[in-house]
Every structure is written in C-alpha cells, then in structure tokens.
C-alpha cells in the first residue's frame, strides 16, 4: 500500500483531486493522509476552501474518509493502522484527515501576522508530543531523564542527517524532470520493459478501451 502524506495547502490543488479520483475510480491502495493544520503558509483554511470540513470533502470521490484528532498521538496511530490493515486487505483507497495545528511559523520568513499569539499559545497546550510525553511518565511507562534520553538521540539523528547532506553532492541539473513526465520511452519499442505476464494496470484503468492503453499491454 502506498501512503501519501501532504498539508491542507496541497488539498486546494488540482492535482490532489486528479490523483484521489483517479485511485477510487482504479481501486489503487493508496492511503491519503492530509496534515490539517489550518493554515497553509499564511493563508488560513476558510480563506481558500469552500467547504472546510476536508474529510467531507474528500469522501465525494466515493473513498472512505475520516477525520481524526491529530493532536491525540493514540488516536492518530490506531486509525493509520485500521486504515492500513483495511486497505492491505481490500485493496481501496483511504483518506484521513488529521486535525491539527501548525505550532511554528512556516518559514524563517513567516513574521506570523496571519494569527495572534494567544492562539498559539492555546494550542500548545494541546501539543501532542508534550502531552504523550507527560502522560508516558504519569502512567509510570518511562521517567523524565528517559524522555531527555530519547530527546538527545533525536537531535543526534536530525545532526548526523544535516551533516550527511552537506557533505553531499549536488544533484545533476538535468535530474530535475526525471521521472516527473514521461521522457517518451515508451513509444519506442526497443526501451519498453518487457510486461511478462502482468499487464498491470493500463493507462486507461480497468474500464478502459484498448485505444486507451500503452502499445506494450497485450488487450487481445
Ligand atoms: C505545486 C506548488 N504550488 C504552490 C507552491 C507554493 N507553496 C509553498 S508552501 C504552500 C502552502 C503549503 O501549505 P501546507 O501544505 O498546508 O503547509 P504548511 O503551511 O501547513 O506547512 C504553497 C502554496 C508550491 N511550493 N508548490
Ligand atoms: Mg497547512
């Protein structure tokens, strides 16, 4: 199954609703997972979607969705495993849609002017990793010097990772597009990949017509 995570932004696009259509129309297992966080960059939800209720919204493309507390760590993993474990047997596509909030700025350059303090500050109230964290140690699961344990081994991982990427090397400018649109390979028939006995799924979908397909698909 293939999971695909993006923002509340993504959702406004054309392209969000190309691809969920297209993977109810198909029965492709795919897995929506929406960040609803409110805001995309410094537009809030209400200023750029009609009906803001984005669960509700997904659900017309007649896939299941559902709206989870994103702010509750618990109740975020159970639905991404009964939906996963669902989609793995049935083989449909999904949709979630977590609730939550966005806690920082966008960017370095996002001033915040979009929203007050006292907004934020109420939400972080409800941070999730903070409040996982004090119920972790109220129920007796761990204590406060495993939690700054974990913590430093995070940080040690974010720095091992920034230090791998600048050690890199840049990538060839002429990878920019590759694998983004097609490069026209598969009109020649010397670099088609032989399809063996799987045709896949056509380029026209299960209900489409021969004329539809890719000419390295046998419809007879
Ligand atoms: C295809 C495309 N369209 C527009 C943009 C410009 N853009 C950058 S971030 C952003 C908003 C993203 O919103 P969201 O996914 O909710 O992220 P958040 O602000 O919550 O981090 C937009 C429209 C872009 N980077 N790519
Ligand atoms: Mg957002």
């Given amino acids: 199954m293939t999971v695909c995570f993006f923002g509340d932004g993504a959702m406004a696009e054309g392209e969000f609703h190309e691809s969920v259509n297209l993977a109810a129309l198909w029965d ?16 809030a939800l209400e200023f750029s979607h009609a009906q803001t209720d984005l669960a509700l919204r997904a659900s017309s493309y007649g896939l299941t969705s559902w709206a ?9 993993r159970t ?14 596509p999904a949709l ?16 915040e002017r979009y929203r007050s303090r006292d907004e934020v500050r109420q939400w972080r109230q409800r941070d999730p990793v903070q ?18 344990a974990l913590d430093a081994d995070a940080m040690a991982w974010v720095d091992q990772a920034v230090a791998f990427a600048e050690a890199g090397t840049p990538e060839p400018v002429d990878d920019l ?9 598969w009109r020649d028939p010397s670099l088609r990949t032989p399809v063996g006995d799987d045709p896949g799924i056509p380029v026209g979908g299960p209900g489409g017509t021969p004329d539809d397909k890719p000419d390295n698909v046998d419809v007879s």
């Fill in 131 to 148: 409040v996982m964290a004090a119920e972790l140690v109220a129920s007796g699961v761990c204590t406060d010097d495993e939690l700054a």
């Fill in 28 to 43: 492709l297992p795919v897995l929506f997972v929406c960040e609803n966080n409110l805001y995309a960059m410094g537009t």
């Fill in 79 to 92: 639905a991404a495993q009964q939906r996963r474990r669902l989609g793995a047997k049935r083989g449909r």
């Fill in 177 to 185: 597009t590759r694998f983004v649109t097609s490069n026209g390979q």
């Fill in 96 to 111: 979630l849609e977590m609730r939550t909030y966005r806690l920082r700025a966008h960017s370095m350059y996002d001033a």
């Fill in 68 to 76: 989870v507390d994103g702010m509750d760590v618990v109740a975020a």
